[in-house]
């Protein structure tokens, strides 16, 4: 089972909402993954979480808030979005062995718009 | 610095048609993993294949082949006799090795196929 699930798959927020998107494995997996598709592009890393401590914020602004409460979820906390900010958002899990590069399996992702 | 290109940003073919989309990457390190992703109008980027750098042994699944040639730093996907189901948006990546229990993958702009009846 290689399964990774989103929720919601579509969200409309106004720039002062407070939301949530979640994401769900349980492949016993201990790398996952927030990325960010604006639409014709390819994903762009968000963060990534790794045996549940925050290991790459790749610059993303403190609008965006990750949190891992456990080894299966992961959330990603919005607050004062921009329209801008409007995407396809992705999570993506890995089982990693150390220094091997495992496979991202991915979920369905969240379509977001910010009006 | 990594990089994936594939310079090919549409094709469109017609069902039962061979269709080939390339990849070419550029890295420093003597090890490394290429990924192929396909992403359908859906959004799901789904898992198609994983290869090292020291495997260079091409691979068939059913329609799909892969060419992997180091000395040119291409991994090309090719489909055969595609089919209607195959259009999609595909993108090839590239990770590195490394320490930590996590990777990067640096994708290409991808290739959107459409395959028309």
């Known amino acids: 089972d290689t399964e990774v699930t989103q929720t919601p798959k579509h969200l409309v927020?106004?720039?002062?909402?407070?939301?949530?998107?979640?994401?769900?494995?349980?492949?016993?997996?201990?790398?996952?993954?927030?990325?960010?598709?604006?639409?014709?592009?390819?994903?762009?890393?968000?963060?990534?979480?790794?045996?549940?401590?925050?290991?790459?914020?790749?610059?993303?602004?403190?609008?965006?808030?990750?949190?891992?409460?456990?080894?299966?979820?992961?959330?990603?906390?919005?607050?004062?979005?921009q329209p801008e900010d409007s995407a396809l958002y992705l999570c993506a899990s890995s089982q990693e062995a150390s220094g091997v590069p495992d496979t991202q399996y991915f979920g369905p992702g969240t379509r977001l718009t910010v009006l | 610095a990594q990089k994936v290109t594939q310079a090919q940003t549409e094709i469109s073919v017609v069902e039962k048609e061979d269709v080939t989309l390339d990849c070419v990457y550029e890295t420093r390190d003597t090890t490394y993993y290429l990924f192929w992703y396909k992403q359908p109008p859906s959004g799901e980027l789904v898992f198609l294949i994983r290869r090292n750098s020291f495997d260079e042994q091409n691979e068939i699944s059913g329609r799909y082949s892969w060419n992997f040639q180091k000395s040119t730093s291409s991994f090309n996907f090719t489909i055969t006799a595609s089919q209607v189901v195959d259009s999609a948006v595909y993108f090839c990546a590239l990770s590195e090795a490394g320490s930590g229990g996590y990777n990067k993958l640096i994708f290409g702009a991808g290739t959107r196929l459409a395959v028309h009846p």
């Open chain 1, 13 to 81: 927020m106004g720039m002062t909402n407070k939301k949530s998107l979640k994401c769900e494995q349980h492949m016993g997996h201990r790398a996952m993954y927030w990325y960010k598709q604006k639409a014709k592009k390819p994903p762009e890393l968000m963060f990534v979480y790794s045996y549940e401590k925050l290991s790459i914020n790749e610059s993303v602004p403190s609008r965006f808030s990750p949190e891992c409460p456990n080894s299966s979820l992961l959330n990603l906390h919005l607050h004062a979005l």
